[in-house]
């Protein structure tokens, strides 16, 4: 057998045939021997060794007996009924109970015969039982202790009406395994890795991932293929982004001209950070050199990303391009363009907008004006990414709040670059993502941190409050606001269904009019936005509360990402069970903008959940969005953290992100390294790699476009 035995039709293997192949195929994307070699168990039975009844007492584990199966006894009735049985050894008497399956087991168990039983064993009513075991009759496979631990591998019902249960997996791939004996399993990592990364071959590797002989093979072996998947995928993503920035032609920005010295020496209204002038100063040299800029900028919400957005944006006006500005909602989308329209006022700078909201004669006139390059900046929302949008000269990009726009999105930009050169590309996000996500979702991306606050913030005080304390909450309220202060209240909004979105708008009105009792005109003023107000009436109230005139902001989320309203430093949140993590890390950050402390006031049912309560107190724990990030993707894991779904770069087979930085971070270092020192893989010691990465290239092909 060769390496191409691996690409063997799985129907071929003894004990397959077609019809297993079908559904090995249909349910699991299992087509051939190598497919099936990379199926893994997802845990083990630990056979091992058997335990006495008497040692079992203590085990906290899952553990095999072999002993005697006393006499079955059924007792109660309906859903009461169960089957119980004594079984014993030299040593003691242990309990097995049935609550299910009862008629099978009386049916298929033998009293007075020897039997082996595995399972986990619990103290109940004082007596030590084991609930449905797992039990076989001794035989001469399982009469000695076994040398391995056994593979358990995930089916389902379609594969076990075919006969492939865990077991029937067990045996197709000790079958393949042994076939597989003679050959050599090609290493695929650089030899020199094995030694000095410590790691077992692959071939070793692959045999003790299905059936290790101890626990610390095991470990091994899963370290090693969970190291290999990472670091194929990291060097791939590498490799695109050296291609990207020695081959890929982007627009140069050679000057930095008047626009952005007028701006730096008149209008900037503050002392930029340290942060801020490194992040700066990163994307002025990539823009100056002619290659293409494909930059994430990563900063914690209210860390100032907007004006180095924007100082961005005049070095390509500087240079004679258009500027364009992305955002996700409208709201935020006019926010910036009334901000940054006053901050370039006088230097003859023209911006546009454009959402799904300026329509007709308006829209057809925006348009017209950016395709004869009248329009210098253009900001928006993802309208702008349509087709019939066209520049004269784009020559940057920019996303803000990144998580929100969808992988294809993204690549429509490219090619509204003018001369068939693709615009820079900066992207913004607010909510930080764990290091381990941004090296893989982002792993072909340069990024730059703004990791240092505006000067002069303090810390958002954060608190959990129930019902009961509803009344305190709201004179705490007053108090900030006789201080001059402004709050927000927010409720959740469930977009799933029309029912469930007018349940949550019923919530939102019930709020209103409870704070509107609380807190009556004329003394206060509170302005309300929700989803399904028209925006001019939902801009209207915004500005009001933006300018002062209301003191109280009743929303669902649409004020959730980046708002901007310093002087307000009250958050309630209600309902806060409701809300994700980074929804909720999102929601604080828009409060704590100014000089004053500021509040953040978690309010949920007293009932919580496990990872409800987790969650709040989290919150309450820490301001830290990389924390956050963190805590989040270990609740929920790395495939539902916002806008994630929609890649495949998370379908890992054995690596869990969660939880294997180190080794993803030693994976990026050595890729990084190898390709510094042998970009084309012509040294003899990467000959593995080279073809092992010339074989897994269709699997990577058309990644280039997506970021
Ligand atoms: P985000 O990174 O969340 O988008 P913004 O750009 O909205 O943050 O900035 C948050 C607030 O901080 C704004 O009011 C902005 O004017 C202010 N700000 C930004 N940079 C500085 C700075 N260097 N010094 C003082 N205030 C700043
Ligand atoms: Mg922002």
Redesign the pocket.
Known sequence: MSENSLDTKIEFLKGIGPQRAEVLNKELGIFTFGDLLMYFPFRYVDKTQFYSIKDAKQAEFNVQIKGILGRLTTTGAGRKKRLTATFRDQSGLIELVWFKGITWVNKKLQPGAEYVIYGKPTRFNGKLNIVHPEIEPVTLANAEESASLEPVYPTGGKLEAKGLDSKGFMKSIRILLNKLKTVTIPENLPEYFLERLNIPSRKRALYDIHFPKNSTDLKRAINRLKFEELFFLQFRLLQIRNNRKHTLKGQTFAEIGPLFNQFFNEKL?????GA?KRVLKEIRKDVAQGKHMNRLLQ?D???????VALMTMLIALDNDFQAVLMAPTEILAQQHYQSLTEMVSGLGIQIGFLSGSVKGKKRKATLALLEEGELHIMIGTHALIEDWVKFKNLGIAIIDEQHRFGVAQRAKLWKKGSNGVPPHVLVMT?TPIPRTLAMTLYGDLDVSV?DEL??GRKPVQTLHKTENNRMRVFGFMREQIKLGHQVYVVYPLIEESEYEQLEDLNNLMAGHEAISKEFPMPDYQISIVHGRMKPADKDFEMQRFVKGETQIMVATTVIEV?V?V?NASIMVIENTERFGLSQLHQLR?RVG?GADQSYCILMSSFKLTKEGRTRIETMCQTNNGFEIADADMKLRGPGNIDGTQQSGLLQFKIAELAKDGKILQTAREIASRILDDDPNLEKPIHKNLKTYMQIQGNRFRGWSMIS
């Open positions: 209204p503050f002392e930029l950070t801020q900063g919400v209210g860390s100032g990303k907007t004006i607010a703004i505006p000067p980046g901007n310093p950050g903008r």
